[in-house]
């Protein structure tokens, strides 16, 4: 990512062909399958609050560190390793 990217913000990034969402909150960079499981919603355009993010689309909420999905406590969105070392951040698919 060329541009920082500050706490409470999200980003959506392309990885080899697939769709990222990358997150900064309290702290903590995140990172999940962009599109929601339910229809592709996009999942970086959620509002993040309490450690989950909420899809705009339909609602569905997941938790940021593991994907599982807040009602049905289904890891559904896959997620990934992400660090960031020297101003770059990494993620690893």
Avoid at 35 to 53: L, N
Avoid at 65 to 72: K, L, P, R, S
Wanted: with cysteine.
């Amino acid at each position: 990512m060329s541009d920082p990217l500050m706490d409470g913000q999200a980003r959506e990034v392309m990885i080899k062909g697939r769709v990222i969402a990358v997150f900064r909150h309290d702290g903590r960079l995140y990172a999940m399958d962009g599109m929601c499981a339910h229809q592709g919603g996009p999942v970086a355009e959620g509002i993040v609050e309490h450690g989950c993010v909420t899809c705009p689309w339909h609602g569905w909420q997941y938790e940021l560190e593991t994907g599982i999905q807040t009602v049905n406590r289904q890891p559904l969105q896959e997620t990934f390793q992400i660090r960031e070392t020297k101003g770059n951040v990494e993620i690893l698919i």
